[in-house]
């Protein structure tokens, strides 16, 4: 079975930390998704990655940067994380040529 | 730009109703999905499909490729159904575009 994991199912950060969710997954995926998710808007693609030290923007990119210097680890990053930010994130994975994706468990950040 | 519309949002039901959401969407399409989603976050896939229908167990999906329309109907519900129901568009490189999820609640 493919496995996608998230590194915290439950973060609470204040205003201006810098913020790390960590995703890993273990059937060698060569693209990563960081999507949040919000009551009332969905899914929403933050970043995406095909390849090893390559990424992409989605459709709210502004605020995030991510990191992927190994094949099964995408990581997101809030270089100063505000209020609101406070959603639930959600880490995918897909092979090449295959059009179904795998989540993870999900990260629901809180900043306060 | 491709748009996902489901419909209801929220959607009550009774144990053992026959249930149905509606997915539309803009733009023709490589693969329509369904997702499922349990209180606590966690998606998985229930159907990916680009004609006709697909069932499994008691979920079945169709998609009319002309009418860009496509429908998850669960039978005999019961309260384990209860979960938020996602449809997708395939879309470009692979990316997914979402529709807001309907959110069903099955009563015992």
């Known amino acids: 079975d493919v496995k996608v994991t998230q590194s915290s199912r439950y973060l609470v950060k204040r205003t201006g930390e810098k913020v790390f969710l960590e995703c890993v997954q273990d059937m060698d995926h060569e693209n990563m998704f960081w999507y949040r998710q919000d009551p009332g808007l969905g899914l929403r693609l933050i970043y995406f990655?095909?390849?090893?030290?390559?990424?992409e923007k989605g459709d709210i990119p502004e605020g995030y940067s991510v990191s992927r210097e190994k094949k099964e680890r995408f990581s997101l990053i809030l270089e100063s994380a505000s209020t609101n930010q406070t959603s639930m994130y959600l880490c995918?994975?897909?092979?090449?040529?295959?059009?179904?994706?795998?989540f993870g468990p999900g990260t629901r950040l809180t900043v306060t | 730009k491709n748009e996902v519309e489901q419909s209801p949002q929220n959607l009550t039901a009774q144990e053992g109703e026959f249930i149905t959401i509606n997915c539309s969407y803009s733009?023709?399409?490589?693969?329509l999905h369904w997702l499922q989603q349990h209180p606590g976050g966690g998606i998985v896939s229930l159907f990916m499909l680009s004609s006709g229908k697909k069932k499994h167990g008691r979920l079945i999906a169709t998609i009319n490729i002309q009418e860009k329309h496509s429908s998850l109907h669960i039978t005999a519900s019961h309260p384990r159904d209860s979960a938020v129901y996602i449809c997708a568009d395939g879309g470009s490189q692979g990316n997914l575009i979402f529709g807001k999820g309907t959110k069903l609640s099955v009563k015992p």
């Open positions: 733009v023709g399409i490589s693969a």
């Open positions: 990655s095909y390849d090893v030290k390559m990424k």
């Open positions: 995918a994975s897909r092979a090449d040529g295959v059009n179904e994706q795998y």
